[in-house]
T-cell receptor, first 111, second 114 residues
Framework: DAKTTQPNSMESNEEEPVHLPCNHS???????IHWYRQLPSQGPEYVIH???SNVNNRMASLAIAEDRKSSTLILHRATLRDAAVYYC????????????FGTGTRLLVSP | KAGVTQTPRYLIKTRGQQVTLSCSPI?????VSWYQQTPGQGLQFLFE???????NKGNFPGRFSGRQFSNSRSEMNVSTLELGDSALYLC?????????????FGPGTRLTVT
C-alpha cells in the first residue's frame, strides 16, 4: 500500500480557510486520493476523493498537484464542527474496498 | 435514509470467550467492510464482504472472521478473545465495491476484554 505523509496537527481560527497538506510521492498511476475525517467519538466520515483533476463538493475542495505526488484538502471556512482528525488515503484501483489509514492530521479550530 | 447501524454499541467480555458483532448497512448498499481501531495501531482494515463473499482480508489472525447475509447485513466474530482485542470495531458500507465508492461508517461497537 502506498504511503502518505501528513502533519500531526494543525490549528485554524473559525471562519478562516484551512489547507491540509498530504504528500504521497510513491503514488501509482491508478491510485485514487481519498480524504476521510473522524470527529471525536464518531466513526470516520467521507470527505472527498479524486484521481487527477481538482474536485469540489459541498464539504471541501481537493487540489491535486500536477505530478500527483501531493494533494491539499481545502476547507473554505472552518467551523468548530470541522475539528477532527483528517486522513489522506491512497486507494488502489483493485475493485476492492480497502482503506489503509495513517495517523492523519488533527485539526484544531478556535472560535 | 438511515445510516449504518451497529449492535451492540458496547460490550464487555472475558478472555477466552467469543463475540459476535452485527452491522446493518445503508439500504441498497452491497459492500460491507470492517475495521478495528485501537489507540496503539490506529484504524486497521479487517475484511470486506460483497454479495455474501469475502473479497479482501487484512492482516489479522484467523480468530477474526465474518460473514454477510443475502440482505447485505454482516456479522463479524472473534473467537478466543485476548486482552489485545479490546478496541472499537467499525463497520462501513458502500453502494458497490471499488475505488470510486465512498464508505459510510457506523458508530462502532466498543469491545472491552477483561
Amino acid at each position: 500500500d502506498a504511503k502518505t505523509t501528513q502533519p500531526n496537527s494543525m490549528e485554524s481560527n473559525e471562519e478562516e480557510p484551512v489547507h491540509l497538506p498530504c504528500n504521497h510521492s510513491t503514488i501509482s498511476g491508478t491510485d485514487y486520493i481519498h480524504w476521510y475525517r473522524q470527529l471525536p467519538s464518531q466513526g470516520p466520515e467521507y470527505v472527498i476523493h479524486g484521481l487527477t483533476s481538482n474536485v469540489n463538493n459541498r464539504m471541501a475542495s481537493l487540489a491535486i498537484a500536477e505530478d500527483r505526488k501531493s494533494s491539499t484538502l481545502i476547507l473554505h471556512r472552518a467551523t468548530l464542527r470541522d475539528a477532527a482528525v483528517y486522513y489522506c488515503i491512497l486507494v488502489a484501483n483493485t475493485g476492492f474496498q480497502k482503506l489503509v489509514f495513517g495517523t492523519g492530521t488533527r485539526l484544531l479550530v478556535s472560535p | 435514509k438511515a445510516g449504518v447501524t451497529q449492535t451492540p454499541r458496547y460490550l464487555i467480555k472475558t478472555r477466552g470467550q467469543q463475540v459476535t458483532l452485527s452491522c446493518s448497512p445503508i439500504s441498497g448498499h452491497r459492500s460491507v467492510s470492517w475495521y478495528q481501531q485501537t489507540p496503539g495501531q490506529g484504524l486497521q482494515f479487517l475484511f470486506e464482504y460483497f454479495s455474501e463473499t469475502q473479497r479482501n482480508k487484512g492482516n489479522f489472525p484467523g480468530r477474526f472472521s465474518g460473514r454477510q447475509f443475502s440482505n447485505s447485513r454482516s456479522e463479524m466474530n472473534v473467537s478466543t478473545l485476548e486482552l489485545g482485542d479490546s478496541a472499537l470495531y467499525l463497520c462501513a458500507s458502500s453502494f458497490l465495491s471499488g475505488v470510486s465508492y465512498e464508505q459510510y461508517f457506523g458508530p462502532g461497537t466498543r469491545l472491552t476484554v477483561t
